[in-house]
């Protein structure tokens, strides 16, 4: 850490002092998209556009990055950089395509202009870690933070994958509206989907066990607990029937 340059230091530090303000602001005023999109907020992009725009940093960006590191082509930083662009080759340029949306839906310019400048920052911060500041010598694939950081990477994308395509079978073609989701952890919570994110990132940071992944990680909380919890009181207040025992993002906790 004490080789990263100027510029890395002072990222890390702003993404980590940002992460409470942005979990302090979002509790109280919820992201503008989606079911929480009705506030007026300035231009919009079509949703599947404002999806590719705001999420390509993290696998064009990210991969630059990387591939310009010393370390690039060793082994560990090769498998840590795979883990990386699966999940976000897939959220940048598939996601977007599967999303059932209405042809009219739209996102706001702002969300995806603050989503783009942090993909920018976190693809530099863990591209340039992983590849050039960090010390991943082949002993690191025996390593148990190793093997843990993937285990929980792997339930987590497991998890974020599966939630994401069960709300996708609730729309047919054409629909918008909201149905009660069923099935795997809808079970125990309303946004399984950010539970697996969370925990991704989190296995992320364990595997790398740097800064940047778990600024990475603090910030994606951050964002997506305040999400979760304005989408469970959502959902109790649409839906009479809501399932009682369903917590918002972590089973039996919250
Ligand atoms: P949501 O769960 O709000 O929505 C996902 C999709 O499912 C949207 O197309 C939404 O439609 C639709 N949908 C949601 N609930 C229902 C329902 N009850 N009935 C029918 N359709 C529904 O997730 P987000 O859009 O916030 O996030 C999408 C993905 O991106 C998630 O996997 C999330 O983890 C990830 N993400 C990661 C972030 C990070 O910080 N790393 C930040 C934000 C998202 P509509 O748009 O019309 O509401």
Known sequence: MSEASTLFKVLLSVVLIAAPAVAFSLLYRTAPYG????R????TLSTRMGWVVM???SALAFAHFFFRGPN?????PLVL??????HYVHRSFVYPLEMRVGANATIPVAIVSMGFIFNM???YLNGTWVSTYGSYPSSWFDDPRFFIGVVVFAAGFFINRQSDAILRTLRGPGETGYKIPEGGMYAFVSCPNYLGEVM???GWAIATWSLAGLSFAVFTAANLVPRALANHRWYRDTFPD???TRRAVIPWLL
């Open 81 to 86: 950089a795979t883990l990386w662009l699966l």
């Open 35 to 38: 079911r929480h999109g009705a």
């Open 72 to 76: 690039s082509l060793d082994a560990v």
């Open 55 to 57: 999420e390509c940093p």
């Open 242 to 244: 809501y399932p009682r």
């Open 200 to 202: 991704i990132w989190t």
């Open 121 to 123: 920052i976190n693809s």
């Open 40 to 43: 007026r907020v300035g231009p």
